[in-house]
């Protein structure tokens, strides 16, 4: 069935859900988004992910010609137009139509669409036995030239280092910032746990400050589990005794190998599989 799809004001066809050549979300990457999940009907932390793209367009001086409240009813709109259960929003915001140069200040207005639909996750099995990743080679990108905590248009940084992974055959990879510490995987947040602590690397390391990760580490911290926010190195890594990712694709899943270094048993830990339940649970409304 054609989807609907709700863009500047009004919900589309499909097939009728255009965006200009001379967009400048597509010209330049001028542009921030959202991927948010529906479960039960339901959208999964709307309120959370609204504040981050505001955060993200005020970062940017793009001007959201909505308010916050109104984006909100369009999600919901959405969802509710095309009957998801459970599934997947993109909320995007294009700098919009300008002229073929870089000021944005010449684009007339932002494009607002939205997207709701199916998600593709990663094949069931990598969840029951985790998966296999590796250290990209691309830096994430420095503060200074693009604050990883922009959730932008522009991919391309994690995009080189997700080629990376593709090319060594895992499905994702760890990048690194231009100091050596740990950021984040190329759509996700990192977790590590040694001796029954959980670590995870602050969002200075060069992160975006994911909205699955807040849940999780308030979920870990219910459980008693003591979640610590501190630069790791790839000696952490490799050294650790469980691993796991965090991001609204992935949910939580466990790494079992990185660059080739067993991480712990060889299969997704008890704390991974715990809070994998626990955001399960919280995530379905029980
Ligand atoms: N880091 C980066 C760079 C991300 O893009 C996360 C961390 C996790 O954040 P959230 O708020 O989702 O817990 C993301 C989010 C996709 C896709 O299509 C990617 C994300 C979200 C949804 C879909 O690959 N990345």
Known sequence: MALKIWLDGRLVDESEAKIS????????????????????????ELDAHIRRLYDSARAIRLQIPMEPDQVKQAVEQTVQANGVVDGYIRLV???????LGLNPFNCSRPSVFIIADKIQLYPQETYEKGMKVISATTVR???LALPPQIKSLNYLNNILAKIEAIDSNVLEAIMYNYEGYVAEATGDNIFIVRKGVIYTPPVEAGALEGITRAVVIRLAQKEGIQVQEK??????????????LTGTAAEVIGVVEIDGRTI??????????????RFFEYAHGQ
Do not use: A, M, W
């Open 141 to 143: 990108n420095h503060p």
């Open 231 to 244: 630069n790791l190195t790839r000696y952490d890594l490799y050294i650790c005794d469980e691993c796991f």
């Open 21 to 44: 050549v001379f967009d400048h979300g597509l010209l330049y990457g001028d542009g921030v988004f959202e991927g948010i999940r529906v479960y039960n009907k339901k959208v999964f």
């Open 93 to 99: 915001v294009t700098r919009g139509v300008g002229t």
């Open 264 to 277: 712990g048993n060889g299969s997704p830990g008890p704390i991974t599989q715990l809070l994998r339940r």
